[in-house]
């Protein structure tokens, strides 16, 4: 069974830093891609961050520059940095894994983790 367990949000002033971690329960590689999303309150989610098996990296316009993703695949682990971070930064971020890009593909999602980001 796959599992993700997102962790290191917190509270942070704007201009601070941040690093997430998202924990997998299974080989990384086994996945086509993975990536972080948000959902700020009334808002979708979406997609902040994706890496590929490949090593092809995506990131939505309003973080380029400041936001990195990353993996460990030795022990199983994706990350975001965020740095120079703004109050509309402010959201859930989940981590999600595809094993396939088909729509019918699984895919797989983490609980959250909260990321408040003061003025």
């Known amino acids: 069974q796959v599992q993700l367990v997102e962790s290191g949000g917190g509270l942070v002033q704007a201009g601070g830093s941040l690093r997430l971690s998202c924990a997998a329960s299974?080989?990384?590689?086994?996945?086509?891609?993975m990536a972080w999303y948000r959902q700020a309150p009334g808002k979708q989610r979406e997609l902040v961050a994706a890496?590929?098996?490949?090593?092809?990296?995506k990131y939505a316009d309003s973080v380029k520059g400041r936001f990195t993703i990353s993996r460990n695949t030795a022990n199983n682990m994706v990350y975001l940095q965020m740095d120079s971070l703004k109050p509309e930064d402010t959201a859930v971020y989940y981590c999600?894994?595809?094993?396939?890009?088909?729509?019918?593909?699984?895919?797989?999602w983490g609980q959250g983790t909260q990321v408040t980001v003061s003025s």
């Open positions: 890496l590929t098996r490949g090593g092809s990296i």
């Open positions: 299974v080989n990384i590689l086994r996945f086509i891609d």
């Open positions: 999600k894994a595809r094993e396939g890009v088909a729509v019918e593909s699984p895919y797989y």
